[in-house]
C-alpha cells in the first residue's frame, strides 16, 4: 500500500521523518520499516516493498515477516507440513 504525508511550510527542513528516523530528501530506496520513498519539504510519499501473501491453507501454514528481505513468508506451523499459496497482493 502506499501513502502521503503533507508537510506545513517549514516543517521538513532537514528531511522527511518516519518512525523516528530523519531521511534525506530525495529518493529512499528503502526505509527500515521497508517502504520506498519519495522526500520533499512539501511531501513523503511511500509505498511498501512487500506484497501479503494470500490464498493459503491458514489450518496448516502462518505468516511471517522477514524484515531482512522485506517480505513475508509462508511457513507451516508444524515442521512436518509444508506450505503452499497461490496469491500476494501489494
Request: glycine share 8%; proline share 6%.
Amino acid at each position: 500500500y502506499c501513502f502521503t504525508q503533507l508537510y506545513k511550510p517549514g516543517e521538513a527542513e532537514k528531511g522527511c521523518m518516519m518512525d523516528g528516523v530523519l531521511y534525506p530528501f530525495g529518493e529512499i530506496s528503502r526505509t527500515e520499516g521497508c517502504f520506498r520513498c519519495s522526500c520533499s519539504q512539501s511531501e513523503m510519499h511511500c509505498c511498501t516493498l512487500y506484497t501479503t501473501p494470500v490464498g493459503y491453507d491458514k489450518e496448516t501454514c502462518k505468516v511471517i515477516f522477514n524484515e531482512k528481505d522485506c517480505n513475508y513468508e509462508v511457513v507451516p506451523k508444524y515442521p512436518s507440513k509444508e506450505c503452499a499459496w497461490h496469491a500476494r497482493v501489494g
